[in-house]
Nanobody
Framework: VQLQASGGGLVQAGGSLRLSCAAS????????MGWFRQAPGKEREFVAA????????HYSDAVKGRFTISRDNAKNTVYLQMNSLKPDDTAVYYC?????????????????WGQGTLVTVSS
C-alpha cells in the first residue's frame, strides 16, 4: 500500500486548508485511515481517523469541531478539512493506514505511512 499526502502549505491563523491522502496498491475496505501530526521537538500525535468501510470517525480533542475527516471510496482518497487553523496546528501531517482493528491510537499500530506534508500557520 502506498500513501501520498498532499495539500500542506502556509496559511494565516483562522484560515483553512484541505489535505488529501491518495492510497494505491493493495488497499482494502477494512482499513482504518488516520491523520497524525508531528511538530518540531514533539511526539507524533493523533489528529483524526476514519473507517474506510463504515465512515465512522474519531477526532482528538485538539481539533474536534475544527477539522473534518472524510473519504472518497471511488478515488481511494481520504481528506482532512482543516478550518479555524491556529499556530499550534503547525506540524508535518502524515496519513496512515491500519490493516486490522479500529482503535485510532496509538500511532505505532498503523501499518503504512505517507511521506508527510507540512502545514505552517502564521499568527
Amino acid at each position: 500500500v502506498q500513501l501520498q499526502a498532499s495539500g500542506g502549505g502556509l496559511v494565516q491563523a483562522g484560515g483553512s486548508l484541505r489535505l488529501s491522502c491518495a492510497a494505491s496498491g493493495r488497499t482494502a475496505s477494512s482499513y482504518l485511515m488516520g491523520w497524525f501530526r508531528q511538530a518540531p521537538g514533539k511526539e507524533r500525535e493523533f489528529v483524526a481517523a476514519i473507517s474506510w468501510s463504515s465512515g465512522s470517525t474519531h477526532y482528538s480533542d485538539a481539533v474536534k469541531g475544527r477539522f473534518t475527516i472524510s473519504r472518497d471510496n471511488a478515488k481511494n482518497t481520504v481528506y482532512l478539512q482543516m478550518n479555524s487553523l491556529k499556530p499550534d496546528d503547525t506540524a508535518v501531517y502524515y496519513c496512515a493506514a491500519k490493516v486490522s482493528g479500529l482503535a485510532p491510537r496509538p500511532f505505532y499500530e498503523y501499518d503504512y505511512w505517507g511521506q508527510g506534508t507540512l502545514v505552517t500557520v502564521s499568527s
